[in-house]
Structure formats: structure tokens, C-alpha cells
């Protein structure tokens, strides 16, 4: 048997961990081996030729688009032209109207951390490169921007900004035991004039899908049509806008 000559290219990550909290980024390392060299057919193990290790070429981690932050224990990645566009000091949103004081499009694409800093409240700090050319800052570098740790959590994922853009309240799946100790009852007057009682049963309803008015007036035929109304807009189908559910044997409607 005669060997074929391979080139064996390997390509390996090191991620470099600081403390708790910190950012971890990749420095890719590249090793080059040689090609293994054809040697007649013998009763005994083919040996690879010794591995020529090529120089190891070092790569600044500032020099990367995107910056991988530890935050409770995972790694998320963060681009820097949103990190920069999310600065929130008083060089970029007035502290008095919040209107951001510069357009996206302002921003250099090739922007880069100049400096990164972990601070141990979690909070990130760093300083820029190609960044805004300002009068404050005229060669767009040393513009400083501290993101806290609630900011980095909030869009460390597509779950996060999504609940975070919707103001998306967590469901809670109930029983008779959980709703014995988180049941809501408001009082048929209160919730037709409070905006502070509407509040808590729309509230309750969004956590727990149920609630329970009492006190409703007797006789009152527009009653659920007008508890329904306090929340939104009512679809008026075929059948009206409510309607009563029957039981009734052999029933042709589906309803």
C-alpha cells in the first residue's frame, strides 16, 4: 500500500476568560501541517512526518465587529455599531428631551472598541475608534460609553428585546391552590369608574387569564357588553356583539 500525500489544515479557538463578568473574546491561531510524504508499503504503522508549526499571527480582540460579553455565565454577542448607536451620555441623548443627538448613519462602519473595561457591577465601559467626528472629539477617537448590566441582559437575546419592545408580562399557569392565595376580585362599581381597579384586573388577566367581578346590578342585559368594552373594542359578528351559550341536544350550530 502506498500513502497519498494530505494537507491537514486545523483551526483552533482560545477563549481567553478574565474575571466574572468580563468580555470573552476569540483569537483565532492557525497550524499548518506539512504534507505526509509517500512511503512504500510496509508491515509496520505509517508515522506522520514531525508538524511545522507556523508563527502564530496575534489578532487584536478590539479589532473584531462584535464584542462577546459574559453575562450569567453565558456569552453573548454584541455588535459594536449597536453598542455605539446605544450610547445614552450626554454628548449623544439630551438629558433633558432623551432625543438621541446623532444620526445612525453617522456612524463610521468600520467604528471600533478602542479600550474595553468589565467593571465588577457588571456594567461595561468603552472607549472608541473610527468613531463621530465631533468638535469635542476631532479625530473620532476617545468617545466613552458605559452600558449598565440591565441594559446588556435586556438585548442579550431575541427573547429579551422582544419582551423588553412589547412590555411583555410573564403568564403564571394556575391551579386551585395558586389561585386560593392570588385570586382578584373587584367590585362591579370599581372597575366600570377606576382606571386603578380597570388596571389590576386587565393586569391579573394578562398574568393569569382569569378574574372575577362581583356585584354586577341585577337585570342588567348590557352588563357583560360593557365590562367587555372597558378593555377593548368588541367585534360585532352575525350573533351581535355577546350572546348566550346553550346547551341544547342535537344543535345544528357549532357555536
Known sequence: MRGAPHLALA?????????????????????????????????????????????EKKISPLTLKRLHIALDGDLHAFDSLFLRDACGCADCVHPSTQQKMFQTTDIPYDVRPQTFEARRDGSVRIVWRNDIVTPKHPTGEGHESVYDVGFLRRYSTLRNRVRTGFNDQRQI???????????????????????????????????????????????????????????????????????????????????
Not at 463578568?21 to 506539512?34: D, E, S, V, Y
Not at 387569564?209 to 354586577?216: E, K, S
Not at 368594552?229 to 357555536?255: E, F, Q
Request: some cysteine; overall charge positive.
Open 173 to 255: 399557569l394556575w391551579d386551585r391552590r395558586t389561585m386560593n392565595n392570588d385570586v382578584l376580585l373587584v367590585g362591579y362599581n370599581d372597575y366600570m369608574r377606576s382606571d386603578e381597579a380597570l388596571f389590576r384586573a386587565v393586569k391579573q388577566l394578562s398574568m393569569y387569564g382569569l378574574m372575577f367581578i362581583n356585584g354586577i346590578p341585577a337585570g342588567m342585559s348590557d352588563a357583560v357588553e360593557g365590562m367587555a368594552g372597558r378593555i377593548g373594542h368588541l367585534k360585532n359578528t352575525l350573533y351581535g356583539k355577546t350572546w348566550d351559550v346553550r346547551n341544547v341536544k342535537d344543535s345544528k350550530n357549532i357555536a
Open 11 to 55: 483551526l483552533r479557538w482560545r477563549l481567553l476568560r478574565p474575571a466574572a463578568g468580563t468580555c470573552l473574546l476569540a483569537q483565532p491561531a492557525r497550524t499548518l501541517t506539512t504534507a505526509i510524504k509517500p512511503v512504500p508499503a510496509l508491515p509496520v504503522p505509517l508515522r506522520a512526518s514531525p508538524q511545522r508549526k507556523k508563527k
